[in-house]
């Protein structure tokens, strides 16, 4: 029971302590309110004048160089690997033959095939011959006329067959990874080549609405690669999405001419795109942290009358970094309060910090 009884004791001294303890906090905060209010009176707040001035939209964004074109080229014949014509690093051109696999079958379907379709359009010539004397019907020469079709078909399908055993290159470009070897077998879509056309790269980059607004296709880009610290690439903008990502920001993608540079940069290289606008039209502008709230509010406070914050609705525009465009609502030489809003009202006495 004693030990009981100290506890309770303990509790209450301490529940006593931190109620002591605020309302002390408490004296302390309203003594030093009234020590303010006991001088002017007045919310001391800080001021810019507003003028005109050119807004700086330069901006950089990293990305990593892509090929022109990067494809993986796959066997769509089944055979047995006759022979490799080129290696890995050799520059191939479109239409060159690369690799042939073995082709006997393909080529007894093919001589198969055409000599169906051959016999075929004999029978075809013989009865159609034979239908103006009334030897046949209609309906043997439709027959007929529909079997030459299809055993056209199948001869396509078997000269295409035979024509996919030399393995040719799609595009231009460099054999970036070789994956047979002589006498392997190439199942229909196995792994054959790798090529890579360099000669021209992508940088895929991303813009977000204010920035986007000001690009355009064909637009000029300057593009700096680490690894070549005193140069600077030109590339111009190829594409730029009609819609906003995840992020709400927009793909662009930009192009550069490597024959320009010897083919000296490598798909994969790391490189920033660097948007330069030059001088822009002065407009005016405030900070951020001059609108009461947010920037959605279009509110800020301006001293129309020595001493007083008036509370004035404007139109804000486009943000740039901490500085917000006023299309509307401001004239240049007023004067717009930046800090102190919070402590503020419409008609709130006000001292300006030096």
Not at 225 to 244: L, M, N, R
Request: zero cysteines; proline letters at 3%.
């Amino acid at each position: 029971m004693k030990k009981i009884i100290i506890t309770v004791l303990v509790v209450a001294a301490a529940i006593g302590g931190i109620v002591w303890t605020l309302q002390n906090n408490k004296k302390e905060n309203q003594s030093k309110i009234d020590i303010v209010s006991k001088g002017t009176g007045a919310v001391p707040v800080k001021v810019m004048t507003v003028k005109r001035e050119a807004i700086n939209v330069d901006f950089a964004v990293n990305g990593k160089l892509a090929a022109n074109q990067d494809l993986m080229l796959i066997s769509e014949v089944n055979g047995r690997v006759l022979s490799i014509r080129v290696k890995e690093g050799d520059r191939v051109t479109q239409g060159q033959v690369l690799a042939t696999v073995e082709s006997t079958y393909s080529s007894l379907d093919y001589q198969a095939a055409n000599d169906a379709l051959q016999k075929l359009k004999v029978d075809q010539q013989r009865l159609t011959s034979a239908l103006k004397t009334g030897g046949v019907t209609q309906s043997q020469v439709d027959e007929i006329n529909l079997a030459v079709k299809n055993a056209e078909s199948q001869l396509a399908q078997a000269k295409k067959r035979l024509s996919d055993a030399s393995i040719k290159a799609p595009i231009s470009g460099i054999i970036n990874k070789k994956y047979i070897e002589v006498g392997s077998f190439a199942a229909a879509g196995t792994q054959l080549f790798n090529i890579v056309d360099v000669s021209s790269l992508k940088l895929n980059v991303t813009a977000n609405e204010r920035q986007v607004v000001q690009l355009g296709v064909g637009y000029k880009v300057d593009i700096t690669v680490p690894v070549f610290q005193d140069e600077t690439f030109t590339g111009a903008i190829s594409f730029i999405a009609p819609k906003a990502d995840n992020s709400l920001n927009y793909p662009i993608e930009i192009k550069l001419d490597n024959t320009k540079t010897k083919n000296k940069l490598k798909a994969g290289m790391y490189a920033s795109a660097e948007f330069k606008f030059g001088d822009q039209t002065p407009i005016i502008a405030i900070p951020r942290t001059a609108f009461v709230g947010s920037v959605n509010s279009g509110e800020v406070f301006v001293i129309e009358k020595e001493g007083v914050a008036t509370l004035r609705k404007v139109s804000p525009g486009a943000i740039f970094g901490e500085s917000v465009e006023i299309l509307g609502g401001l004239k240049e030489g007023e004067t717009v309060i930046t800090t102190g809003q919070i402590n503020l009202i419409n008609g709130t006495p006000i001292e300006v910090l030096k």
